[in-house]
């Protein structure tokens, strides 16, 4: 009946989510443990203000794509095509705290360089500005990857859904 399948299509959607948001706390792994090397290996001089603020930029901005993900989940606005696949899912998931770090550090950059010019009023509080810069950065950059990704993961998700269409005999929509 029509009923049993939206619940379906529901059970399947949600489990989708679920899928992808732990895809996106394993992200959060590496993203802690490319901090953890930076520091370990000396790559990054930690007695240096400036690189300890990019490297708590870089996490802030993953945990921005993490809450931005919960929030709009939470919503009911987060639209995860089940049909991907759990590893997909899973795959796509981990990837969005990592490409958040990246928008959280490249904020940073933009505002310690002067490309983005605003001004701190307090100096002994930059440290907290830049930080939570970062993190609405990180919050917002789906936005930028919906934009640029949108596309290309609709069309790849109406090709598999074609190609199953076509592996079980079905005619096209």
């Known amino acids: ?73 939470n919503a009911g606005r987060v639209n995860v095509d089940w049909e991907f696949g759990k590893d997909t899912l899973r795959t796509l998931g981990a990837l969005r705290p990592f490409v958040g770090g990246v928008f959280g550090v490249a904020t940073f950059f933009a505002l310690k360089s002067g490309v983005v010019a605003l001004q701190v009023g307090d100096q002994t509080k930059s440290s907290y500005f830049y930080i939570l810069f970062a993190f609405a950065a990180g919050f917002s950059e789906r936005l930028a990857q919906d934009m640029l990704l949108g596309p290309t993961v609709q069309v790849a998700a109406a090709r598999g859904r074609q190609a199953r269409r076509d592996a079980a005999g079905e005619p096209a929509p």
């Not at 989510?17 to 792994?29: A, E, K, P, S």
């Not at 990054?44 to 921005?64: H, K, P, Q």
């Open 1 to 73: 009946s029509v009923r049993r399948w939206r619940c379906h299509r529901y059970a399947a959607a949600r489990s989708g989510q679920i899928v992808y948001v732990g895809g996106m706390l394993l992200g959060l792994l590496p993203l802690a443990g490319l901090i953890a090397v930076a520091i370990l290996l000396r790559v990054a001089d930690w007695s240096n203000v400036s690189v300890r603020i990019a490297l708590v930029c870089f996490a802030a901005g993953g945990v921005g794509a993490l809450i931005s993900v919960m929030s709009r989940m």
